[in-house]
């Protein structure tokens, strides 16, 4: 069991990139 900071980038906009950082624990 273990957690990991991570961020996904979300292209919903074209000029603009949003990053969805946030823990992921298993």
């Given at each position: 069991?273990?957690?990991s900071y991570n961020?996904?980038?979300n292209?919903?906009?074209k000029?603009?990139?949003i990053l969805n950082c946030g823990?992921?624990?298993h």
């Open positions: 069991m273990g957690c961020c996904i980038p292209y919903g906009v000029t603009k990139i823990p992921t624990c």
